[in-house]
């Protein structure tokens, strides 16, 4: 008997064990399919302080939900059923109330190692209602994989000086600064569209912080009609930093670049560059300002996930 106790449990073992090892997953449904009707509840729902990953799969749908996952959430993955048919949307913008840019958020992140998967943000507050954030990020080590980010003005604010993400495979739309804020930030295979002639990048990084947004092998392109002189940045903070590496830029681009926002000074300590631009938009180092660089073969290949996300504590986003 105590033979056949053991051989059961040496059976019954690893299952055990991969039970243990399967992340808890919620479901949000807005048929009443799942275990929640709205994204919110689920956040909620989550245990807090985890020390692994929570997935809530989210049932394609358009969620109207203003959502926050706080500090006390942190690896949560959000994962979306359908990209482009799983929506958490909201209509907020500066001046409703006392909304202002910080505070008009779709979504806000504060949980450190969230991940976003299959999912649109957006704001639908639209081109006239000034900066409307779909997706505001202040945790550290975030990942969004294969998502859209919608809006018009400042439609990704990635707010906070020493946090790290990783954009991978993702649509960012928007008008003026639609990419902004102080964190260090890359973006891999992504198209970045513009929907009208303004600034794609406003980066505020601090002095000591050595990167902020860097772009690699990624897509810019606009809305003809309307797009059809779009710099690559301009320095919200003197000493903003973006790099576009490997990047199709498409004829919405100025030949010259980049934009100084009326701010002389800010040349001198603005820190822009390129390595090896294509496309229509890209232009020699003569026609690109004169206070922006064209990175060497040797300066472009230190620009690794390893060391842009190095950190106190190094981090390897997962693949």
Known sequence: MIKKLLVLLFLLLPLALMAAARPPELIVAQDGSGQFRMVQAAIDAAPSQSGQEVIIRIRKGTYKEKLVVPATKPHLTLRGEDRDQTILTFDDHSGKGAINTYTSYSVLVQGADFRAENLTFQNTAGRTAGQAVALHVEADRCTFRNCRILGDQDTLFLAAAGTRQYFSGCFIEGTTDFIFGSSTAVF???????????????????????????????????????????ALGRPWQPHAQVTYLRTYMGSHIRPAGWDNWKKPESEKTARYAEYRSTGPGAAPATTRVAWARQLSAREARTYTLRRIFAGPIGWKPRR
Do not use: M, W
């Open 188 to 230: 891999e295979g992504c198209t970045i569209r513009s929907k009208k002639n303004s600034h794609i990048t406003a980066a505020s990084t601090p002095a000591e912080q050595p990167y902020g947004f860097v772009f690699r092998k990624c897509r810019l392109t606009a809305d003809t009609a309307l797009a059809t002189n779009v």
